[in-house]
């Protein structure tokens, strides 16, 4: 990637530092009224999802990221790796258990993820925030009380993650899940 | 506000075709507007235009222009209208004002546009003391806010906000004021100094009350004349309004020394590398004297963002840089 003037580096950038990808969230250009100028921004590791906070000086140069998002669906796991097709290219593209992580609990077969690439190689996919999910296996349901805050664990068909329920959730029902904070969001009614 | 740099600028909203400011954003800019022009107009000073294409760059430190290149040969845009306001001033103008377009490369933020409003005045005569009264008197006018000015002097706000000396402190102790941005200044004082000033000082002048930062030191003097501080050093007769942390004005005591005014465009000319030129008509008009006079620099758009109590310079224009 061509090497990029600071002054035109803005919220969605990415950069490279330290040999690592890095989403710019945010910058900020400050100086004294007439001194030297500094970019102050908070960067994400891509690969890490760590943020920091980075000061830049004006003037120079940074290497911009060859990072991409593409919307991808879900195929299979082939055993080491979690198979996605290009919807456009019809590509197929295994992506490493690894980059994957917990998301997996979430990963159902035909699901559209956003998958990002990083000088064409996968790092990192972005689930929708909410799926639906059928519960696999729970204790048994107690019905009518849909006030209590009291929880059970319920195990997902599909995946085998178990996320807490609401105690009047039954085998067979399909709720709504958070993918970002893991939790019960709401029951499908039939 | 300290950290307030930090937070993200707010935006204009809605489809990129449309304003970046409310109507009634725009209905209250225009009053301040108004307003500004007759206070001038009871003080006597003209009210004048400037041209936007100027023969020769603006040569402040840290500043870059925008250089055109047009069939008669490069021209610059104003980084403040600084340049025809002295050359009137020199040909016996009397006192000037003007609210001008300027332009600064590169600079883009919550309180930076590359294209902005520049308000600018010369008091014949005065020095920067008597000025700084008067733009605190047209700041208290416009916002509403009362007169009340604190006067720091630049080494005091360090001494009190970052507790150093920024005379005497020492490499190691400025590092470790920096912190983890020390690396990116180390070797350069001055901009080490700098990062302390905007990361570290800044954020608490003009916390309820207009603080003026004065006494700068003589190497960020820019066109100010030099002069014996309290403490017995050279300072430079010069002079920046704080207000929520944000600075809104720099004045000086004009330097009126064409001999040392040039030395310091030359030093400055040499430093960079951006195809700037000299003004050679600004230069001549310094030769044939510029009167003793007080002049001053106002960010309008941040007077405008202030007044209005927004968040961003972006939200005070019909049209801000992003969606020009």
Same mark, same amino acid.
């Given at each position: 990637m061509p090497a990029i003037n600071i002054g035109e580096v803005s919220k969605g950038t990415k950069l490279i530092f330290?040999?690592?990808?890095?989403?710019?969230?945010?910058? =900020?250009?400050?100086?004294?009224?007439?001194? =030297?100028?500094?970019?102050?921004?908070?960067?994400?590791?891509?690969?890490?999802?760590?943020?920091?906070?980075?000061?830049?000086?004006?003037?120079?140069?940074?290497?911009?990221?060859?990072?991409?998002d593409t919307e991808m669906q879900y195929m299979y796991f082939d055993g080491s790796g979690y198979v996605f097709m290009d919807k456009t290219s019809f590509e197929q593209l295994t992506i490493p258990a690894k980059a994957v992580g917990d998301d997996k609990?979430?990963?159902?077969?035909?699901?559209?993820?956003?998958?990002?690439?990083? =000088?064409?190689?996968?790092?990192?996919?972005?689930?929708?925030n909410t799926v639906t999910m059928e519960v696999d296996y729970t204790e048994p349901a107690v019905k009518g009380d849909t006030q209590s805050r009291v929880m059970k664990p319920a195990k997902l068909k599909g995946t085998g993650a178990t996320v807490p329920v609401p105690i009047f959730v039954a085998i067979g029902d399909k709720i709504t899940v958070n993918t970002q904070t893991r939790e019960y969001s709401g029951r499908v009614l039939k | 506000m300290p950290g307030s740099a930090m937070s993200e600028a707010p935006g204009p909203h809605g489809e990129a075709w449309r304003p970046s400011a409310t109507r009634e954003a725009l209905?209250?800019?225009?009053?301040?507007?108004?307003?500004?022009?007759?206070?001038?107009?009871?003080?006597?000073?003209?009210? *004048?235009?400037?041209p936007v294409l100027q023969g020769g760059a603006n040569l402040d430190s840290g500043v870059l222009p925008f250089r055109l290149e047009l069939p008669g040969g490069p021209r610059f845009l104003p980084t403040s209208p600084e340049h025809p306001l002295k050359r009137l001033l020199a040909a016996g103008s009397g006192d000037v004002w003007t609210l001008a377009p300027a332009f600064r490369s590169q600079e883009l933020g919550r309180l930076h546009s590359p294209e902005f409003r520049m308000l600018e005045w010369y008091r014949l005569g005065w020095d920067d003391t008597r000025l700084l009264d008067e733009v605190v008197a047209l700041f208290a006018s416009l916002t509403g806010a009362p007169a009340q000015l604190e006067v720091l002097s630049w080494?005091?706000?360090?001494?009190?906000?970052?507790?150093?000396?920024p005379h005497s402190v020492?490499?190691?102790?400025?590092?470790? *004021?920096?912190?983890?941005?020390?690396?990116? *200044?180390?070797?350069?004082?001055?901009?080490?100094?700098?990062?302390?000033?905007?990361?570290?000082?800044?954020?608490?002048?003009?916390?309820?009350?207009?603080?003026?930062?004065?006494?700068?030191?003589?190497?960020?003097?820019?066109?100010?004349?030099?002069?014996?501080?309290?403490?017995?050093?050279q300072v430079a007769a010069r002079f920046e309004v704080y207000r929520d942390g944000i600075e809104l004005a720099n004045g000086y005591h004009e330097l009126t020394d064409a001999a040392e005014l040039a030395s310091r465009l030359e030093a400055e000319l040499r430093s960079r590398s951006g195809g700037e030129l000299h003004d050679q008509r600004f230069a001549e008009a310094m030769r044939a004297g510029l009167p003793d006079c007080a002049g001053v620099a106002v960010g309008f758009d941040r007077l405008v963002m202030l007044a209005l109590r927004l968040p961003s310079v972006a939200l005070t224009r019909a049209f801000a840089w992003e969606r020009q």
């Open positions: 330290d040999n690592a990808p890095w989403l710019v969230l945010e910058v =900020n250009y400050v100086k004294p009224g007439k001194g =030297n100028a500094f970019y102050k921004m908070r960067v994400q590791n891509l690969l890490t999802r760590y943020t920091l906070e980075k000061t830049l000086r004006g003037g120079e140069k940074v290497e911009g990221a060859d990072v991409t609990d979430f990963l159902l077969e035909n699901m559209d993820v956003w998958v990002t690439l990083w =000088n064409s190689e996968p790092i990192s996919l972005r689930l929708p | 209905r209250q800019r225009a009053e301040l507007v108004e307003r500004t022009r007759r206070f001038f107009a009871d003080r006597g000073v003209l009210e *004048v235009d400037t080494r005091e706000a360090f001494r009190r906000h970052a507790g150093i000396d020492d490499d190691q102790t400025l590092a470790r *004021v920096i912190g983890d941005d020390a690396a990116i *200044v180390a070797g350069d004082r001055r901009a080490a100094l700098d990062l302390v000033q905007v990361a570290r000082v800044e954020p608490h002048l003009g916390i309820g009350r207009w603080t003026a930062l004065v006494d700068y030191p003589a190497e960020a003097s820019a066109q100010a004349r030099l002069r014996t501080g309290e403490d017995g050093l």
